[in-house]
């Protein structure tokens, strides 16, 4: 959906002008810890249903209303009471989320977000019976003394729809006993049904919210932390007044959902308290769009942490070098600067410590740092590397291109280190180089882009790179607005037919000769493409249109603006064409236009005998001795050239290619050279300008002007061999092999090995006092006891997003880091650990799913989580490439017994939300 947002105002005068609608209008609320101020694009859109006279849902009196999120309870009340057109006071309602009643809605201060209310979701509205009575109450009465007979369910069945999907909940196949349809005050938990055991619980889509329920999951099966809250531990460490927490509020909302999910007394809950706080402070969760499942778990422990962080009063800490000592001092010191800040149970359980060397590639001065670390965010085999096959054309045109296999780095590297790789190769100035992307598709046959040196090497993709070599970088002056006086007919001789120039302002010519000195550079580089005439019918009738279908292989036309001219562009134009014109078609070509250019001549003698017969009494004067003399007439063209072609030249101009095309550009072209400004005349059918055959400076051409080479049709060029390049050997020595199946060891080498920060992503070095691309190294020094390891299998750049769907092995049981710890890490030897849980990811980045493996800590069986289900899986079979995040648990030395989950009986019982 596309839209754009505009003041009431606007909006007004727009609509009065033009008409249209409906209006949408939008309120602007309040988000975020900070109150940042936000359009609510998608408020809530509920569903009124309203009861029967015994308390029952009348399904047939829908209606849906918008409100915002930020709207009260109150306000809900009044928009009830005025859609059935009752009075205030004679409605309450209730929260029918998902056919289930939960509570009623009875506190009027407040907000929708806050109860929460879920967009598409149900209201109950009951109104009061004539006789003042609430039918709600009849319709519990009765529930209890059994005399309510349930409806039918045809009468009674429930679908809600939303643009994220459908969900059925019928009403009438569900017990009415004692608490079977209610769960009272846990606003997680069903009584539908029980769950297959403790922490066997799946959670309800909200609305594409898999991402979450994957996220939370995963992290509800880490058995420390599940411990401390089900212990209630958080009660006496929530730190309300951290001005970087959520009041406490995240801590506490978690503990609900982990007590719901650990009680196990529902097999299914609906984490809607839990998503409404996670939006008030994330405002980017509020909503229902696919987010990252680890950018939510990253927020969530931050948001854990600050809400849990026993420093309440954080001290400045100076965080200094190594200047040479030795790293176990460093890392300490590091270490307790850390925790004078951050000590909570998230840092006890999730946080660890790297080594980051970096090097200034100039004055090698040397920068050590330990640095905590959440996550351990490994980047898969390739992910960053690239294979970039670019074939590089020489300016010399009867040179074959050459195509590379180049390997190059697609975030830390870019255009500039590419066209210096080639310069090595090819023995070119990088200067003199200039890398486009050519079309495909629709847009075969023209040059779509040129990277400037600045563009990263993420920004080419796949597509089909040329390096055209030219005579030098162009100057880089604004092109001034001409206005260009065009007089009789510009064009040289097209089709055989021929034309002279009458005018020598064509083109801008007789541009004012100091801004043509400003305007154009000493070079400049113009796109060449090729395209033919074709004729069309319109599918709606049998109208014809004409248009142009672009084909061949196009070029970069370089040259001296200042001292080219016409003919010599011509020239370049067909000395690139040469090698690509079919022999056989162009000397019939050539031979045709004889013909035709012979029949013309003898045509035209014959009419200029005849006119010069009848005008000769007209012109001639009788001198003293009554002879006659011919003067001739004032219009006649006296600097007329002759065409004489002998037979074996015609129409050709210079020596004769071996195969018969002829090396100089012919009089005659079997191709028209249209100029644009820009692409203006790419796809238009009006006629642009001709370029003239004459030896006058060259038309003003600028870096965005173009040349389109139109064709009678494409059967003189040989489109195959215009494009055919010769593989260099790195073409075969850049290859990967498909059969090599990668590791986790794999991506963890990858990670710690040293590497060169991008152009975009410089050091600051103090020492040269200037940012640096310097090199970087990680090197692991302290493991959390729960390590998160993220799969890099996504890659975001300005201009899109991709998804690495390769297949990494990791061990379930028996993970070492020992070999990757540096000397000296307390650490070492005790470095081993155990899968617990793996967050999924399947199909494309827009159209994906998350789902969950999860190890039961009291089953010790694996479970596959999808949602609101859950099902018993076989440790065989999870893995793949969808595995995106990875929980380990450290594996406990000698004898020494696991921490397990608590039993049922040592839960500690919630205290009332904050």
Known sequence: MDYQLIPGPCWKKLHQWYGGGPEIARKIIKVGTFGDLQVEIFPLKLKLIRTLDDGRPDMSSEKVVIMSRKALASQLIETAAETYEVDRSQVRVWDYYQATVATRISEPSRSLEDIPLMSDQHILVEIASIDGSWPRTKFTQKRYTGGLTAPSTRQTQLTSTSSFGSYPSTYGTRSYGASSYSYGSDPYGYRSAPAPGRGLVGLHNLGNTCFMNSALQCLGNSVPLVNYFLRGRHHQELNRDNPLGMHGRIATEYAKLVHSVWKGDASSVAPRNFKATIGQYAPQFSGYAQHDSQELLAFLLDGLHEDLNRVTNKPYVELREANGRDDSVVAREAWDAHQMRNRSVIVDLFHGQFKSTVCCPDCNRISITFDPFMFMQLPMPHQDEVLLSIAVVRLDPVATPMRYTLRTQKHSHSIKHVKQMISELENIPAEHLIVCQLGFGYT????????????????????????????????????????????????????????????????????????????????????????????????????????YVAFGQPFLLSLHARSATNRQVHQMIWDRLRRALIPEEYIAWAAQQQGAAASAST????????????????????????????????????????????????????????????????????????????????????????????????????????????????????????????????????????????????????????????????????????????????????????????????????????????????????????????????????????????????????????????????????????????????????????????????????????????????????????
Request: with cysteine.
């Open 444 to 547: 075969q046959g023209k040059i779509l882009q040129r990277y400037s040196d600045k563009s990263s090497v993420a920004e080419l993709g796949n597509q089909d790179l040329v390096a055209y070599e030219v005579n030098g970088p162009r100057t880089h002056v604004p092109k001034p607005r001409y206005t260009y006086n065009y007089s009789g007919t510009t064009g040289g001789s097209y089709y055989g037919s021929t034309s002279t120039t009458t005018s020598s302002t064509a083109m801008g010519a007789a541009a004012p000769a100091a801004a043509d000195a400003l305007a154009t550079p000493d070079n400049v580089h113009v796109a060449v493409s090729s395209r033919f005439e074709e004729i069309k019918t319109y599918s709606y009738s049998t109208n014809t249109y004409k248009t």
């Open 603 to 914: 045509t035209a003698t014959a009419t200029t005998a005849a006119a010069t017969s009848t005008a000769t009494a007209a012109d001639t004067d009788v001198d003293a001795n009554g002879d006659a003399e011919i003067n001739p007439t004032d219009d006649a063209d006296t600097d007329a050239v002759e065409m004489d072609y002998d037979d074996d030249e015609a129409p050709q101009q210079g020596g004769v290619g071996a195969e018969g095309v002829p090396e100089a550009v012919p009089a005659v072209l079997p191709y028209e050279v249209h100029l644009s400004t820009g692409d203006g005349y790419y796809y238009s059918n009006t006629t642009p300008t001709l370029l003239p055959m004459d030896d006058e400076p060259a038309t003003l051409l600028l870096e965005n002007d173009s040349i389109f080479l139109t064709w009678p049709s494409k059967g003189m060029l040989d489109c195959k061999k215009a494009s055919e390049t010769q593989n260099h050997a790195s073409c075969a020595q850049h290859r990967r092999d498909p059969n090599r199946q990668y590791t986790i060891h794999d991506c963890l080498e990858l990670f710690l090995k040293e590497e060169q920060l991008g152009e975009n992503d410089p050091w600051y070095c103090n020492v040269c006092r200037e940012l640096k691309q310097a090199t970087k190294k990680f090197d692991l020094w302290r493991l959390p006891e729960l390590i998160v390891i993220q799969l890099k299998r996504f890659s975001y750049t300005r201009y899109w997003r991709s998804k690495v769907d390769m297949n990494i092995d990791f061990p379930i049981e028996g993970l070492d880091f020992d070999p990757y710890l540096l000397p000296g890490s307390p650490d070492r030897g005790n470095a081993v650990y155990d899968l617990y849980a793996i967050s999924n990811h399947s199909g494309s980045l827009g159209g994906g799913h998350y789902t969950a493996y999860v190890r039961n800590d009291l089953t010790g069986k694996w479970y596959h989580m999808n949602d609101s289900s859950c099902s018993e899986t076989d440790a065989s079979r999870i893995g793949g490439p969808s595995a995106y995040m990875l929980f380990y648990r450290r594996r406990r030395n000698g004898g020494e017994v696991p921490e397990t989950i608590i039993p049922a009986s040592e839960v500690q019982e919630r205290t009332p939300s904050c």
